[in-house]
């Protein structure tokens, strides 16, 4: 099987990452034949560790040919987007990702943000300015989510696909976000510390818009719960973005917690830091695997782009369902006058061991990559959708509109 992972990207970010690591996985377990699609200096050329993994370099003033009989795989994304310098043979089979709960949303350029925090605005703008597109993306969905081109990595991303194209997705195929498990079990460990007198506690993750209200909310509501649970609470963050300037500025307001703030960790010394420094972990994203996989009790965080109220409810990674590594943030997650964290802390001062293992075994079921990799290659088998049909059946077409501003864009970029 020649698989190819589409995705030209010099950022960092979560797509090229995840495809680069399982096509890394897939090649050194000589399961499929994998071929990276990227630009020269994008990220999972810069990265990929392999020697058996062909790159191939995206331009867009050079056509890049993708030959019959292989099979192509996308982050899920409007149909019109799909990376013009392609030249895909009509034969070849394709398999849509949906990474990001927006990838197949229309949003209208400089208002994204508010339409994503807004379904009602979202509502008005796709029944005006955007309607053609809207009800193009709402047919692109349907057609390949009935042919099996179409994969989720959690209920999250089906849930506001389903509600902002306003369609019933049936028995979704789920390939979730994964990371490989360590070698050695024995790296499972009861807590070194005293947790009767002393909590030690790290963020690991950005620190970015749909981050901070969060983990800020977190801190706020930790500093709060000191005097309650009796113990003293040191705390790190690990990351930066471009809200740590303001957290720091915030927690300056926190007198009662230990903080420290630590720009990054190496990912080859990150394991012995959170077996060794760590009792709890805020994350959310990938970041909360790192922990999960070494049996870090962790707690998973969710996305707002606002403040977060008091009645937010938090709960371990084990506690989600449909395989969300961070929801966003609604009324389902909001318990008036709840003591949630409170009890988590409590919890595991009786039962670290337990929480400990139930973390681990969690990440074991969904979130470990060998058994995610099968999925998504049992996903490559399944997908009944070819280039061709979507070239045939007008999807591909950009309009007036799109085409204008995507030129508009590209000489801004070459300027």
Not at 175 to 189: D, E, F, H, Q, Y
Not at 224 to 245: F, H, P, T, W
Request: glycine share 6%; proline share 3%.
């Amino acid at each position: 099987m020649n698989i190819y992972f589409v995705f030209p990207y010099r950022g960092v970010g979560g797509v090229p990452l995840l495809f680069l690591r399982f096509a890394e996985y897939l090649t050194k377990n000589k399961l499929a034949n994998c071929i990276l699609v990227d630009y020269f200096d994008g990220y999972m050329a810069r990265n990929v560790n392999s020697q058996e993994i062909q790159l191939l370099s995206y331009r867009e003033d050079i056509p890049l040919h993708i030959p019959s009989g292989s099979i192509a795989i996308f982050q899920s994304m409007t149909p019109w987007s799909i990376f013009p310098s392609l030249k895909i043979s009509d034969d070849v089979r394709v398999l849509f990702w949906n990474c990001y709960p927006f990838n197949l949303i229309p949003l209208f350029p400089g208002i994204r943000r508010q339409m994503q925090n807004s379904l009602r605005l979202s509502k008005l703008m796709h029944k005006s300015l955007l309607r053609s597109y809207w009800i193009k993306c709402r047919k692109f969905t349907e057609y390949i989510s009935k042919r099996d081109a179409l994969v989720f990595m959690d209920v999250v991303n089906v849930r506001i696909t389903s509600k902002f194209l306003n369609i019933e997705l049936n028995d979704p195929l789920y390939v979730p976000v994964s990371i490989a498990g360590v070698k050695n079990l024995a790296i499972l460990r009861e807590s070194k510390n005293n947790l009767s007198k002393n909590v030690r506690v790290a963020w690991v993750g950005r620190v970015v818009d749909f981050k901070y209200y969060a983990l800020l909310h977190t801190l706020e509501t930790l500093n709060e719960l000191v005097d309650n649970v009796g113990l003293s609470i040191q705390i790190k963050v690990i990351g930066s973005g471009d809200y740590e300037a303001k957290l720091k500025q915030e927690v300056l307001k926190l007198s009662k917690l230990d903080l420290i703030f630590i720009k990054n960790i190496e990912p080859s010394k990150l394991d012995e830091f959170l077996v060794s420094e760590v009792d709890l972990l805020l994350a959310m994203g990938t970041s909360a695997l790192e922990g999960a996989k070494l049996g870090v009790p962790t707690i998973l965080l969710d996305v707002a782009y606002s403040a977060v109220s008091k009645d937010y409810c938090f709960k371990w990674l084990y506690q989600q369902n449909g395989y969300t590594l961070g929801n966003l943030i609604d009324n389902t997650e909001m318990k008036p006058n709840n003591s949630s964290l409170q009890q988590l802390i409590l919890q595991l001062q009786g039962d670290f061991s337990g929480v400990s293992t139930r973390t681990f075994d969690y990440f074991m079921s969904h979130h470990e990559i060998g058994h995610s990799s099968y999925r998504l290659l049992n996903a490559l088998k399944r997908t009944g959708c070819t280039y061709g049909q979507l070239r045939e059946s007008g999807f591909l077409n950009r309009g007036f509109i799109y085409s204008t501003f995507y030129k508009i864009k590209r000489r801004m970029s070459l300027s």
